[in-house]
Nanobody, 125 residues
Framework: QVQLGESGGGVVPAGDSLRLSCVASTRTFTTYTMGWFRQAPGKEREFVAG????????RYADSVKGRFTISRDNAKNTVYLQMNSLKPEDTAVYYC??????????????????WGRGTQVTVSS
């Protein structure tokens, strides 16, 4: 069982930046692909970004490419999501997710094994 804890959400104006962090409680952090999803009110949970254990295999949703950067620090069991040039449509609850021993980065939420409780990001216009 892996517990994930997100932090770093908040309320910011459009164009501003935020960095989300997610700490995983596991001794085998490098066996997990890590990812970020988001869910806006009335919408389905959607894939934002994912990163495999070594940090060189990364995938982004088209809507965030060029603005968001995912990274991980395996020594700290932490995955980050740097969000720049935020837009009002980025407003959502952001969830951290972990997927055990996967050979790729799935975009479907049903493929992921563990989830955090989420952190709210609100971007005002």
């Amino acid at each position: 069982q892996v517990q994930l804890g997100e932090s770093g959400g908040g309320v910011v104006p459009a164009g501003d930046s935020l960095r989300l962090s997610c700490v995983a409680s596991t001794r085998t952090f490098t066996t997990y692909t890590m990812g970020w999803f988001r869910q806006a009110p009335g919408k389905e949970r959607e894939f934002v970004a994912g990163i495999r254990w070594g940090g060189t295999s990364i995938r982004y949703a088209d809507s965030v490419k060029g603005r968001f950067t995912i990274s991980r620090d395996n020594a700290k069991n932490t995955v980050y999501l740097q969000m720049n040039s935020l837009k009002p449509e980025d407003t959502a609850v952001y969830y951290c997710a972990a997927d055990y021993r996967t050979a790729w980065i799935p975009s479907s939420s049903v493929s992921w094994d563990y989830w955090g409780r989420g952190t709210q990001v609100t971007v005002s216009s």
